[in-house]
């Protein structure tokens, strides 16, 4: 093996948040709040499409059974190891185990992205092409754009952890953040990294970027093709979550990614934003302005009380 591809940190500390017993005390039971709190919203959700004949014979909530799905995934990758570091006094993440977060949070995000366009793709057929819905949305073609979903974030993942692991690290170990994201990991590499940052940048960058334009330019095409005041507003109204949970997801991302790698001080607090709060807020979300959701969740809690 040449040696300038030898890794010789075995493992790195992670930053954190701060390095005072009390506070990570209280931030450990905040985080903990937030991480139940995900996956009882999204369990729920997942479980109460699966129940209900109605929701899971359609496109719209077959999809968002598994952005719950999604969401679960991408808050686990990283939120249970934060919460074990509050409890730490040394944050330490050895180098395979660095890999493995990086890898599966941008196999999961990327997916994720992927899945709120055809989750756009979905809303703009039954908006605007109502009669034909059923026939345009088929399960086939919903389990087939589901799985090109998972493809694409497998893909742009793999290429993103080639790309890292390919780095000499020689020297510095302390990653400025909770967890293991590309941009903090790669200053750390005994190496010229510009190159590399371009490549990386412009495969996140655009991806999210790209994603981020294609949503609104589509939800956009829905409102202009709407006529009537009425039908704007119930197409307003069913797109606004959608909208929010686009806006929660995707501007973090493009504000991490869509830059060139240099450190910000609320680069944490952007990270919190969409690795624990949005997956958390996702279920409120879809579920608060849903009168189906709600009441299939009513029906699903009769049940169980009554079983």
Not at 42 to 67: C, H, P, R, W
Request: hydrophobic share 50%; with cysteine; glycine share 4%.
């Amino acid at each position: 093996m040449d040696k300038n591809q030898t890794v010789v940190v075995r493992e790195f500390f992670l930053s954190g948040f701060s390095q005072i017993s009390s506070v990570e005390a209280g931030l450990f039971v905040l985080f903990l709040f937030f991480y139940v709190s995900t996956w009882v919203g999204n369990i729920l959700i997942m479980i109460t499409v699966a129940s209900d004949k109605y929701l899971n014979s359609s496109a719209m909530y077959f999809l968002l059974g598994n952005l719950s799905f999604l969401d679960l995934c991408y808050s686990t990758v990283t939120t249970p190891k934060l919460l074990a570091d509050f409890l730490n006094h040394e944050k330490l993440i050895s180098y395979d185990q660095c890999i493995a977060q990086l890898f599966f949070l941008h196999f999961v995000g990327a997916a994720e992205m992927f899945l709120l366009t055809v989750m756009a793709y979905d809303r703009y057929v039954a908006i605007c092409r109502p009669l034909h819905y059923t026939t345009v949305m088929s399960r086939g073609l919903c389990c087939a754009l589901v799985a090109a979903s998972w493809m694409g974030g497998f893909v742009h993942s793999t290429v993103q952890t080639i790309l890292t692991i390919r780095l000499p690290f020689c020297g510095p170990n302390q990653v400025d953040n909770f967890f293991c994201d590309v941009p903090p990991v790669i200053k750390l590499a005994c190496a010229d990294t510009f190159v590399i940052e371009l490549l990386m940048v412009s495969n996140s960058g655009l991806i999210s970027t790209s994603s981020f334009v294609v949503l609104i330019s589509s939800y956009t095409t829905i409102l202009v093709k709407i006529r009537s005041k009425e039908g704007r507003r119930k197409a307003l109204s069913t797109c606004a979550s959608h909208l929010v949970v686009v806006t929660l997801f995707f501007g973090p991302c493009i504000f991490i990614y869509a830059r060139p790698f240099s450190t910000f001080s609320v680069d944490k607090m952007v990270s919190v934003l969409y690795n624990v709060i949005t997956p958390m807020l996702n279920p409120l979300i879809y579920t608060l302005r849903n009168k189906e959701v709600k009441s299939a969740m009513q029906k699903l809690w009769v049940k169980i009380l009554t079983f």
